[in-house]
């Protein structure tokens, strides 16, 4: 079979089933690409759908964050309070900065609720709203340790179990991407966060679109088929030869003895029957 494929005509195959393959490679990775991005987007509008909730309702102190809580917007309502720190390492448009953190201190409970203001490309903390202010803020669960050490007043990630350590009293196990935030005595006031940048809120950690995926397997699989196929015309080329050979040539005495020598056969004669003996036995008579 080795001798056959590395024909030119196999070969030339063998480069267009690759070719075809690649193709159906690129239409399934896209197909797989369309099946997160569809999961992503009606992961979003369904969030989108949901009502703004009061963070009270969704949350307690030192409890658990619920999974379906990620990206739901809430309410809160509070004063900022001393405390604010800086995480390092943020890109925005990529720019290298920080994220400014401020505790806000809620007036319904007097825990604490971590609210990512903004984005600063530089490492300074301005001075956060004074008065009570209602925060509408996209939920997000704490951050894993960051390795390193870092200055005073600065963190490698929102690491939670390191502020319930720094700022008083409770502590709720969630940070918020803050979208708005309205002073109560002035609720038409500008919601202008300078010198600070809004963060948007990360993109929900979906699965896939099944049925998108499934249409990437299926490139997947005609992709396969085509050196499956390239396979099966190789082997089938290369068992022709060998069949024709196994049937060897025609036996001779198929040909008549004159064939054998080049003469030309005799014609075949069919032998006379006997006559009936009644017919032999009337001629003998006649003849007598």
Known sequence: ????????????????????????????????????????????????EQPVAELTTLLTPHTEFPAAAGG???????????????????????VDGYWVITPLRLTATGA??????????????PEPPGGEVTVTASLAPGESPAEGTYPAGTLGSVNLSELVNTWPGDLYNAFGFAQRETPVSDPQASDAPAPLTRVPPPRPDTGVQWRNAAYALQWWVFAAFAFFLWVKMVQADARGPAVRGAAGPAPEHA???????????????????DPDPDVRVSAGKQEQ
């Open 1 to 48: 079979m080795l001798r056959t494929a590395v024909k030119p005509k196999w070969l030339a195959l063998l480069l267009l089933a690759a070719l075809i393959a690649i193709a159906f490679v690129q239409l399934g990775r896209w197909q797989l690409g369309v099946a997160h991005d569809k999961a992503r987007a009606d992961a979003i509008a369904k969030a989108g």
């Open 72 to 94: 739901r917007l809430v309410t809160a309502t509070g004063r900022y309070a001393a405390g604010q720190v800086l995480v390092a390492g943020r890109l925005l448009g990529g």
């Open 112 to 125: 604490t609720f971590p609210v990512l203001r903004g984005w600063t490309p530089q490492a300074v903390l």
């Open 255 to 273: 040909a008549g003895p004159g064939a054998r020598h080049g003469e030309p056969e005799p014609p075949h004669t069919q032998p006379r029957p």
